[in-house]
């Protein structure tokens, strides 16, 4: 029977690539693990409340009817620690959601993060680019005042 410890793979050497295909591993290691604890843990109660029944049978004999109390309470005894190790496992998996849910708002964060990043170096080439057009056409207008200016000075003078 297994008690409510820590669970899941390690994630290492998986086919994919990326913290994503790690983390998807680990997930689906994760999750075949707990299938393994909750039927397991669901075997040993039925297991344990079949043989409490067999058990429960009355007898004439007062040894045979202790030696059946005994096994009466080891059995009940026995599928309280499986039923506490399913309720061990439930609190696990709400701690899994609400970390998953974290993890997941995480990587939201992450990915926008990014996508705001590339958006603010794509503007700042457009504004670069933008200031040496402007460049380009301030000094084309001044080439062309100034050579205008020059003609007028010319035809000014007698």
């Given amino acids: 029977m297994n008690k409510g410890g820590p669970v ?3 994630g290492l050497g998986v086919g994919g690539s990326g913290p994503t295909a790690v983390a998807a591993a680990a997930a689906a290691q994760k999750q075949k693990t707990l299938l393994q604890r909750v039927e397991g843990d669901i075997a040993n109660i039925v297991d344990n409340f079949s043989h409490l029944v067999n058990v429960a049978r009355v007898n004439d004999p007062p040894v045979r009817n ?3 109390s005994f096994m009466m309470e080891m059995r009940a005894a026995r599928m309280v620690q499986a ?3 399913l309720l061990k496992l439930v609190s696990e998996l709400k701690q899994t959601a609400i970390f998953s849910g974290f993890a997941s708002l995480n990587d939201h964060v992450e ?3 990014v996508e705001f990043n590339e958006l603010g170096e794509k503007t700042d080439r457009l504004l670069s680019r933008i200031g040496e057009e402007a460049a380009a056409s301030l000094k084309e207008l001044e080439t062309h005042y100034s050579s205008s200016a020059q003609k007028n000075l010319q035809n000014l003078k007698p």
């Fill in 66 to 68: 202790s030696q059946e």
């Fill in 111 to 113: 990915q926008r993060r």
């Fill in 8 to 10: 899941g793979g390690g």
């Fill in 83 to 85: 039923a506490d190790s």
